[in-house]
């Protein structure tokens, strides 16, 4: 029998006063969710895949989790190896009690109470029996991954996606009646790796079949990736993502760039420098490509991606071997965003930020490119990846709030991969309550929960369904 465990995961958890506690439950926790970035699988969403175990909609392929596990001295094998799935739970079970005061231990508890209404306390102790509650509640239609979706009320979804991409899955969805609106979202990183010659030369096969076009010259590429973009236009995309070191700035002509691309197609070394004015040509055309499409453009800077090299070999990327990066920022990112802007083609743009180090930058650069048509137009975005936690989201909301306008946040997504995350909204909606209720019982901000209120509803809602132009 599993027991509650009242004094933790509570209706006023992480609200510490009586403001915070009526902005929360009145005007943030009955809005819908709006989820317009994440890495769910929509071949999972679009055969409303149901999960046989604990392991497999908890830990397959969580990062964080891993991280910690290691951290806590757990052998590869019951992370990322051949390990069987209960023996891998309950070695994560082993690993939470040492994540006190880490974002993981909040998510845990969340995530139990809200899908399995388990607020029981996760370790060695209650492992199995917390994985037999769990896994029964899995078998049943509430916790398919339709299901959760509809559980969570998560109006809108995008998910991301490969211009290579067949998007057969959501063709199925588009032809659905799933309540929540399932979008492709338009990622085309792999455009940009010519400093991996064999990688890139195999994805422009791929590109070339999907768009039925033979890529031979740079404009090819370009050709095929307009194609492509129309394509997921019609199946309701409204976003691009991009994941960068730093946004490149332009310093190589079109047909400098062309020359990179054609070495890089041929097998050939590319140099630094080389990349980096051929990604910026590039990167560019699709920035001008995305305001004529009307798409919001979403550049997530500064990770620091696979850097044990011991770790890359042995299981590949994204097994959580990654940093924050301390890349310069912002010469770059403003000499890009003005080239845009200067010929009028600056579409929507969400900046995200992973080192707290350039809040301000990011921050003041957003207000750099508001043109006075569209409310908010370029987003200083929330906080994501190792800054997706309480501490590092008031700092995002402390930094937008002074330098920007709080009340035209578009709001948090998941960026998550796991069916597991949508308590992260939650998350997020109680520290931005939480904050602002401390902002009102100190008088710093008016005690009208009217006004306020208003602007946590745009924040966890209202803003980000504008905003985005969403087809209905």
């Known amino acids: 029998m599993i027991v509650s465990s009242p ?47 604990l392991f497999e909609i908890w ?17 590869e094998r019951l992370c990322t190896g051949d390990a069987a799935p209960l023996e891998k739970f309950r070695a994560w079970a082993a690993t939470v009690p040492h994540t006190v005061r880490n974002p993981l231990y909040h998510w845990t508890h969340l995530e139990l109470a809200r899908y399995f209404d388990i607020t029981e306390l996760l370790d060695e102790r209650t492992a199995d ?19 959760i979706l509809d559980a969570f009320r998560v109006e809108t979804l995008c998910t991301t996606d490969d211009p290579a991409d067949g998007l057969a899955n959501h063709r199925a969805l588009s032809e659905g009646d799933l309540p929540t609106t399932v979008l492709p979202t338009f990622r085309p990183d792999a455009a940009l790796a010519v400093h991996r010659p064999a990688c890139f030369a ?34 309701g995309c409204r976003l691009s993502d991009h994941g960068l070191d730093a946004c490149p700035a332009p310093s190589l002509t079109a047909e400098e760039a062309a020359g990179v691309f054609a070495r890089a197609l041929a097998g050939e070394p590319v140099s630094a420098a080389e990349r980096a004015g051929y990604s910026a040509v590039v990167m560019l055309f699709l920035g001008r490509l995305y305001a004529r499409l009307g798409w919001t453009m979403q550049l997530h800077l500064g990770a620091l991606r696979d850097v044990n090299g011991r770790m890359f070999r042995m299981r590949g990327p994204d097994q959580g071997c990654d940093s924050i990066g301390d890349f310069p920022q912002a010469v770059s990112l403003a000499r890009y965003l003005d080239a845009l802007d200067g010929d009028g ?24 490119f508001q043109d006075g048509a569209i409310a908010g137009k370029v987003q200083f975005g929330s906080g994501w990846w190792f800054l997706d936690q309480r501490e590092a989201m008031e700092w995002q909301l402390n930094a937008l709030s002074n330098l920007g306008l709080l ?22 909606r109680r520290t931005l309550c939480n904050l602002l209720g401390r902002d009102m019982d100190r008088g710093e901000i008016p005690s009208d929960f009217e006004l306020v209120g208003r602007l946590v509803r745009g924040i966890c809602h209202d803003n980000a369904r504008a905003y985005f132009d969403f087809p209905r």
Not at 12 to 19: C, G, P, Q
Request: proline share 4%; net charge positive.
């Open 7 to 53: 004094t933790f995961i509570h209706d006023d958890f992480l609200l510490a006063s009586r403001s915070a506690r009526r902005l929360y439950h009145d005007f943030a926790a009955a809005e819908p969710i709006i989820d317009y970035h994440c890495h769910l699988s929509s071949a999972d969403i679009a055969t409303d895949r149901r999960f046989r175990n």
């Open 59 to 75: 830990l397959e392929g969580d990062h964080y989790k891993w991280r910690a596990m290691r951290a806590n001295g757990v052998p």
């Open 129 to 147: 029996r917390i994985w037999a509650a769990a896994n029964e509640q899995l078998a049943t239609p509430r916790l398919s991954a339709q299901g």
């Open 202 to 235: 195999a994805w422009i096969e791929r590109l070339s079949a999907a768009a039925g076009l033979d890529i031979r010259t740079l404009p090819d590429l370009f050709a095929a990736l307009e194609r492509r973009a129309n394509s997921f236009h019609a199946l």
């Open 345 to 368: 083609s600056l579409p929507r743009t969400i900046l995200y930020n992973l080192n707290p180090a350039d809040n301000y930058v990011f921050a003041t650069m957003a207000g750099n």
């Open 407 to 428: 009340s035209r946040f578009v709001g948090m997504v998941t960026d998550s991969r796991s069916f597991m995350s949508y308590p992260r909204h939650e998350y997020f």
